[in-house]
């Protein structure tokens, strides 16, 4: 029985982050995953990437990317993320390009667009260790804005020039 003028629960949506560290990657994303787990309930996980690190030189990135259904906001999710950075040490201020303990993005919530979180992020489309991930786990997923799959927009990226290598690594 509906109780009049209450409020149905939104419909559950499927958010994906990305997720890569340099500096103690397997330990920063075990918690990450963790934490993320505990949250929102049963995750998807990519399998974990190593790549160089853009922009600037520094140790290798690993990288994965995750999704799960929510009912929560974009913003609840942002909110949750940067909690998850400060966790792990991340300081914010510092260059953009730049080591990092943690680096999470929400890059999808559903079919949203919008500018305030950037949703879609851009990153699924410039970046082999964004766009690799999410193709291997929501391949005939499709770009809010472009209508391409993610296997589509894999198969046409360069991948020779951002290579990316998958690691031994299990959450």
Do not use: K
């Amino acid at each position: 029985m509906t109780v009049q003028g209450a409020a149905d629960p939104p419909a559950p949506v499927m958010a994906y982050v990305s997720a890569g560290s340099n500096i103690e990657p397997e330990r920063h994303l075990r918690m990450a995953v963790g934490e993320l787990r505990g949250r929102f309930g049963p995750l998807l996980l990519s399998s974990v990437y190593r790549s160089r690190a853009a922009g600037f030189t520094g140790a290798d990135f690993l990288n994965l990317v995750l999704g799960f259904a929510t009912r929560e906001t974009p913003a609840a999710i942002v909110a949750e993320l940067e909690r998850l950075h400060a966790a792990a040490g991340r300081v914010r201020g510092a260059a953009r390009f730049a080591p990092r303990t943690l680096d999470l993005d929400l890059l999808l919530y559903g079919d949203r667009v919008c500018a305030s979180p950037p949703i879609p992020r851009r990153d699924i489309t410039e970046y082999s260790f964004v766009l690799g991930p999410l193709a291997e786990i929501a391949p005939q997923l499709r770009h809010p804005v472009s209508g391409a799959t993610m296997a589509g927009l894999w198969e046409h990226f360069d991948q020779a020039s951002h290579p990316i290598h998958r690691v031994a690594l299990e959450f």
